[in-house]
Structure formats: structure tokens, C-alpha cells
Nanobody, 127 residues
Framework: QVQLVESGGGLVQAGGSLRLSCAAV????????MGWFRQAPGKEREFVVV????????YYADSVKGRFIISRDNANNTVYLQMNSLKPEDTAVYYC????????????????????WGQGTQVTVSS
């Protein structure tokens, strides 16, 4: 099993920034894709961004491209989500997720692609 521990959520005004962290504790499985999803009240959990653990290739949802940046620290098994120019519509619970099944160059972009999930951290952007 792999445990994901999130931190960094909070309240920020529109135009501000936040950085989320997700530490992955590897036990018996390797992680190939690390992603971020978000879920607003009454809505489905939606894809935000994914990074390949090996190689560092990334893929962003159109809604956050140019504003959010994902990065990784392999030595500490940690991924980060730098969120800039935040908008009220970014308000949601943000979840990090890990995929332990190898999928080659294909990016894991759906909820069902992932095997492990963090507890979620609330991000609230006020107008």
C-alpha cells in the first residue's frame, strides 16, 4: 500500500497563490503517475494535472494551464502543486492521487486510473 499525505490548503483572495504538497510513502508498490484532482460541492471530482514520476512529463487540464504548476521531489517522494492567479471557481477540495499500474506514456487523467488517494485539502478562493 501507498499512503499519500497532503498539506497546504487554505483561504486566499482572488489573484493570490497557494502551494499544495503531497508526500507519498511507498511500501510495496511503485508509483508511475502522480496527479491532482479537485471536487467542488455538488460536483464530480475533476482532473487537474498529472506528472510522470520518472521523466517528469506533465499534462494539465485547460482550466488551470498557465496558472498551476506541478513539480516533484523524487528524493523525498513528494509532489507539489503551485497555484497562481487563483479564481473563485478554483474553490474545491483538492486531492492528490497515485497510480501504481504501469501505463507507459499514457497519462492517467480519470479517477478510476488511480489506486491511492490523499485525504484532501480545502482550497477556498474569495472574490
Amino acid at each position: 500500500q501507498v499512503q499519500l499525505v497532503e498539506s497546504g490548503g487554505g483561504l486566499v483572495q482572488a489573484g493570490g497563490s497557494l502551494r499544495l504538497s503531497c508526500a507519498a510513502v511507498r511500501q510495496t508498490f511503485s508509483i508511475y503517475d502522480m496527479g491532482w484532482f479537485r471536487q467542488a460541492p455538488g460536483k464530480e471530482r475533476e482532473f487537474v494535472v498529472v506528472i510522470k514520476w520518472t521523466g517528469g512529463r506533465t499534462y494539465y487540464a485547460d482550466s488551470v494551464k498557465g496558472r498551476f504548476i506541478i513539480s516533484r521531489d523524487n528524493a523525498n517522494n513528494t509532489v507539489y502543486l503551485q497555484m497562481n492567479s487563483l479564481k473563485p471557481e478554483d474553490t474545491a477540495v483538492y486531492y492528490c492521487a497515485g497510480r501504481a499500474v504501469y501505463s507507459g506514456s499514457r497519462f492517467a487523467t480519470t479517477v478510476n486510473d488511480y489506486n491511492y488517494w490523499g485525504q484532501g485539502t480545502q482550497v477556498t478562493v474569495s472574490s
